[in-house]
């Protein structure tokens, strides 16, 4: 039987590294499939993107071989759930097959346009970095060590200028499949951001909300793996109309 495949897309400032820790998590029948970013990692020499839709111009043409020869899933974290769903909206506009399942965390609706506030990019630099920390994950860690902020500085204001200049005004064509959403209680996501997701299919939407703030994925890994997993191996199960699911 063949494996279904997990494209997986970091939050800003991730790599293919994020998910070190998911890789003994999956089960026989997925294979987890990380994408390297350009400006990160292995892909550090090459410059980065001045947009999402660049972005995705960039993994579609890496992955569409794969998207078209097994089936497979996507992940996405914050700024990746962005190019997960933009990759996702570029399969069916190409008619490649759709991904089986789709997977969001510490993300709004990508309909629902950011406030100033949220706009970190343009804050000073100072400023950014006070965000940032408030976000949580290893942020606080990074400040202890200027060596790699000033390595990482660059590519964390690109990647939160990308996210953040995002087009919000495009028409919303609901997918068919389902899509699966992570949200931390504590993060910076109100309520109507989120149920915004149910626009965006005509399938079952489900959320689950766990403890924790932006990065509440590093505290409770087997969950959000275990959830992921569950869905894939049970398959697709087909929804007579848009339906929404919590979880606590």
């Given at each position: 039987?063949?494996?279904?495949?997990l494209f997986c897309f970091p939050h800003a400032g991730g790599s293919t590294m994020t998910f070190k820790a998911w890789e003994p998590l999956m089960p026989p029948g997925i294979e987890l499939c990380p994408v390297e970013l350009a400006g990160r990692g292995r892909r550090i020499s090459e410059p980065m993107y001045h947009s999402i839709t660049e972005a995705v111009g960039d993994v579609y043409r890496l992955l569409k071989v794969q998207m078209q020869s097994a089936p497979y899933a996507v992940y996405g974290?914050?700024?990746?759930a962005l190019i997960a769903f933009e990759l996702a909206k570029r399969a069916r506009k190409e008619k490649l097959p759709a991904p089986q399942h789709m997977f969001f965390a510490g993300k709004e609706a990508p309909h629902v346009k950011l406030p100033e506030e949220k706009m970190f990019h343009r804050f000073p630099e100072d400023k950014f970095k006070e965000k940032l920390i408030q976000l949580g994950g290893e942020s606080k860690?990074?400040?202890?060590?200027?060596?790699?902020?000033?390595?990482?500085?660059?590519?964390?204001?690109?990647?939160?200028?990308?996210?953040?200049?995002?087009?919000?005004?495009?028409?919303?064509?609901?997918?068919d499949g389902d899509i699966t959403l992570f949200i931390g209680r504590e993060d910076d996501i109100v309520d109507e951001e989120i149920s915004g997701w149910l626009d965006q299919t005509r399938g079952m939407c489900s959320?689950?909300?766990?403890?924790?703030?932006?990065?509440?994925?590093?505290?409770?890994?087997?969950?959000?793996?275990?959830?992921?997993?569950?869905?894939?191996?049970?398959?697709?199960?087909?929804?007579?109309?848009?339906t929404m699911r919590f979880f606590p």
């Open positions: 039987m063949m494996r279904t495949k974290h914050s700024m990746g860690e990074l400040f202890d060590n200027p060596d790699l902020l000033k390595l990482l500085m660059p590519m964390l204001k690109n990647d939160f200028f990308i996210t953040e200049t995002y087009d919000h005004n495009q028409a919303v064509e609901p997918f959320i689950h909300y766990l403890h924790g703030d932006h990065f509440f994925v590093q505290t409770h890994l087997k969950k959000v793996v275990g959830v992921i997993t569950s869905q894939l191996l049970a398959g697709k199960k087909q929804t007579p109309a848009p």
